[in-house]
């Protein structure tokens, strides 16, 4: 059984889903494990991971604008607002999705389907650099 570990820092445009597929699918290729399990996992408490729908950018505008309806940002709705109006917003929208994926690796490659692709989800307004760390366990 082999392991290895590398931490990806992505640059987010703010609010919005960042496509991290190409990157990842090129650290499980280059490490030479054929069969395993991938983790990834965010280390953010304002952004989180997704796999999504990569064919029709209209997936990612709505829930976009899903999560705007849920957790909107307004200073009346929430007692924590160290950070700004959107840094609550951004926590339960984080909590409402995941902060850790894994997926099975086969034949040297993720096992994604054909329309899926491995996002970060970024919550605040501003864009920020996050770190997402991959684990790549198996043989």
């Given at each position: 059984?082999?392991?290895?570990?590398?931490?990806l820092?992505?640059?987010?445009?703010?609010?919005g889903l960042?496509?991290i597929t190409r990157?990842v699918?090129?650290?499980v290729?280059?490490?030479?494990i054929s069969?395993?399990?991938l983790?990834?996992?965010?280390r953010h408490?304002?952004a989180?991971?997704l796999i999504?729908e990569?064919?029709?950018a209209?997936?990612q505008?709505?829930?976009?604008a899903f999560f705007?309806?849920?957790?909107?940002?307004?200073?009346a709705?929430?007692?924590?607002?160290?950070?700004?109006?959107?840094?609550m917003p951004?926590h339960?929208?984080a909590?409402l999705?995941?902060?850790?994926?894994?997926?099975?690796?086969?034949s040297?490659?993720m096992?994604?389907g054909?329309?899926?692709?491995?996002?970060?989800?970024?919550?605040?307004?501003?864009p920020?650099?996050?770190?997402?760390?991959?684990?790549l366990?198996?043989e």
């Amino acid at each position: 059984m082999r392991q290895a570990l590398r931490q990806l820092e992505i640059q987010t445009r703010g609010k919005g889903l960042t496509e991290i597929t190409r990157d990842v699918a090129a650290f499980v290729s280059g490490e030479g494990i054929s069969t395993g399990l991938l983790t990834l996992f965010c280390r953010h408490t304002s952004a989180s991971l997704l796999i999504q729908e990569n064919a029709d950018a209209d997936v990612q505008k709505d829930l976009a604008a899903f999560f705007e309806r849920i957790a909107p940002e307004d200073a009346a709705l929430y007692a924590h607002n160290a950070e700004g109006l959107d840094d609550m917003p951004a926590h339960i929208r984080a909590a409402l999705t995941q902060v850790q994926l894994s997926i099975p690796v086969a034949s040297g490659a993720m096992t994604l389907g054909a329309w899926q692709g491995i996002y970060i989800f970024e919550h605040r307004r501003a864009p920020h650099r996050r770190a997402v760390i991959l684990h790549l366990l198996g043989e």
